[in-house]
């Protein structure tokens, strides 16, 4: 008997897929010899520059939760009573550099450019991700779940419903 493939197989990659890419990302970040824009210490859900009431109408289950990621300071989680959640990562420098990884192939999974959002943007499908930077500081939000978890899982409508996340962050960075 083969393995047994289950509804959350997928949700479990993807998961794992992000969680590779951050790992990268804080590592290539821990590295950083100066910030190029001094943020608040905290992550966006702690300073409050995302709401759940920013987020709501992507996912159909209610934000009951934010909370900051145990391995990753500049990163939150906004999560749902079940397993569909929101991960947010403010990062005040090396965002140019990321974007540019994500755009030429040089991470896991294959992005795209994505046009509006901040000076410059990519998108991840599989991770329902937005990978953006403005002077530098890096605004990454992956939504994780399943096509039924989304009010409206098209490829379009979430572009725009992350993008926008991250240019109101970006709005509050200076």
Request: hydrophobic residues 40%.
């Amino acid at each position: 008997m083969g393995p047994v493939i289950t509804r959350t197989r997928p949700l479990r990659q993807a998961a794992l897929a992000v969680a590779l890419a951050s790992a990268w990302l804080v590592a290539d970040c821990a590295c950083s010899e100066q910030a190029s824009v001094a943020l608040p210490r905290g992550s966006a859900c702690e300073r409050g520059l995302l709401t759940p009431e920013d987020i709501a109408g992507v996912l159909r289950g209610p934000i009951i939760g934010a909370q900051r990621l145990p391995e990753d300071r500049e990163s939150c989680a906004f999560t749902t009573r079940g397993h569909s959640r929101f991960e947010v990562t403010l990062r005040p420098s090396h965002g140019t550099k990321t974007v540019d990884r994500w755009i030429e192939g040089e991470m896991v999974l294959e992005a795209v450019p994505l046009h509006g959002v901040g000076d410059r943007a990519a998108w991840q499908r599989d991770l329902h991700e937005v990978i953006a930077e403005k002077n530098d500081v890096l605004c990454d939000i992956a939504v994780m779940g399943t096509e039924g978890d989304f009010v409206d899982s098209s490829e379009n409508v979430l572009q725009l419903r992350i993008g926008d996340l991250c240019n109101k962050v970006f709005g509050t960075v200076h």
